[in-house]
């Protein structure tokens, strides 16, 4: 596949978010952080990023975009790609790796594939963050939730066999990736190109959402 950002481009990118995340915002020799900043936000951009730049077709990725969702609370995907006539056929949600949840991504598969499946077909509304104007859409009646991890590292030494479980699921509503292992893009003591160079990166993953995400 020709990539406008390729996987090892996008991963440069995500250390560097870490490393960055360790330092102060503002500079001075005196301030000295302790625990690294949040990369939440600047990951879920960078993300919408590298699907904007590889996604051709005429669509709008919205960032950390509170939703209504019909006979439920609001709800906060990480990002959500609109097309030009309002319909919404994908939501995406980025995570730096399973150690929020090590042992629950089965079950936070399964809430989701049902929240995925009612509201397929209905209408939603949203403010733009930084206008607050008022924006409307709908579902698609193929709708999907794209469960985006970073990296397989600091996942448990479970994850394969939470991934495989996953799978034998076959869920209608969700699709699950992996980037990358082997190297966490926050470890420590090393730079950049070399964390890229012991890094695996799953490119194969990232054609699997480049292609699940062009159908709309």
Not at 52 to 69: E, G, K, V, W
Not at 79 to 107: F, M, P, Y
Request: charged share 30%.
């Amino acid at each position: 596949m020709k990539y406008h950002m390729s996987p090892k481009e996008y991963f440069g990118k995500v250390i560097e978010l870490y490393h960055n995340s360790r330092k102060p915002k503002f500079y001075n020799p005196r301030i000295r952080r302790g625990r690294s900043s949040s990369i939440s936000s600047d990951l879920e951009d960078l993300t919408a990023f590298f699907l904007a730049l590889n996604i051709h077709r005429n669509c709008t990725f919205y960032t950390d975009q509170p939703m209504r969702f019909e006979g439920s609370k609001p709800k906060y995907p990480d990002i959500v790609i609109q097309e030009s006539g309002g319909k919404i056929a994908h939501l995406v949600d980025v995570k730096t790796d399973l150690g929020w949840n090590r042992d629950g991504i089965l079950d936070f598969c399964k809430k989701w594939d049902s929240t995925i499946g009612e509201v397929k077909g209905t209408k939603t509304r949203f403010k733009q963050g930084d206008t607050k104007d008022e924006m409307e859409g709908y579902f698609s009646k193929k709708l999907k939730y794209h469960i985006v991890v970073i990296s397989k590292e600091n996942s448990g030494k479970r994850v394969n066999e939470h991934i495989a479980k996953v799978e034998a699921e076959g869920f209608e509503n969700i699709f699950l990736y992996f980037l990358s292992e082997r190297m966490h893009p926050n470890a420590y003591g090393m730079t950049i190109s070399d964390k890229l160079h012991e890094m695996m990166i799953h490119e194969h993953e990232f054609d699997r959402l480049l292609k699940n995400t062009a159908q709309n």
